[in-house]
């Protein structure tokens, strides 16, 4: 695998280190979990698809276009309210 060079300004720099640290990694590591965890809009609407069509076929469960809206914006509530409540 070659390296590539990502220019980013200072301030984010240190604060990737923080971070890094934090976990007990690098910044390199950090980057790199980042690229492979975060999914593009493409991939998130593409495992919608294939979760909807799985919950169909095993269960018979057919979810609608507003029920995972309003699952989406619970998870959402919920992960914020969990944030706040960490700090």
Same mark, same amino acid.
């Given at each position: 695998?070659?390296?590539?060079? $990502?220019?980013?300004?200072?301030?984010?720099? @240190?604060? &990737?280190?923080? $971070?890094?640290?934090?976990?007990? *990694?690098? $910044?390199?590591?950090?980057?790199?979990?980042?690229?492979?965890? *975060? &999914?593009? @809009?493409?991939?998130? =609407?593409?495992?919608?698809? =294939? *979760? =909807? /069509?799985?919950?169909?076929? #095993? +269960?018979?469960?057919?979810?609608?276009?507003?029920?995972? /809206? /309003?699952?989406? =914006?619970? &998870?959402?509530?919920? +992960?914020? #309210?969990? *944030?706040?409540?960490? /700090?």
């Amino acid at each position: 695998m070659s390296d590539a060079m $990502i220019r980013v300004p200072a301030d984010v720099r @240190d604060r &990737l280190a923080v $971070i890094a640290e934090s976990r007990g *990694t690098s $910044i390199r590591s950090l980057v790199q979990e980042f690229a492979e965890s *975060t &999914l593009t @809009d493409e991939e998130r =609407r593409d495992r919608a698809e =294939r *979760t =909807r /069509a799985y919950l169909a076929e #095993h +269960f018979g469960v057919a979810v609608s276009d507003e029920e995972s /809206a /309003a699952m989406g =914006r619970k &998870l959402r509530d919920a +992960f914020a #309210h969990r *944030t706040d409540s960490a /700090a």
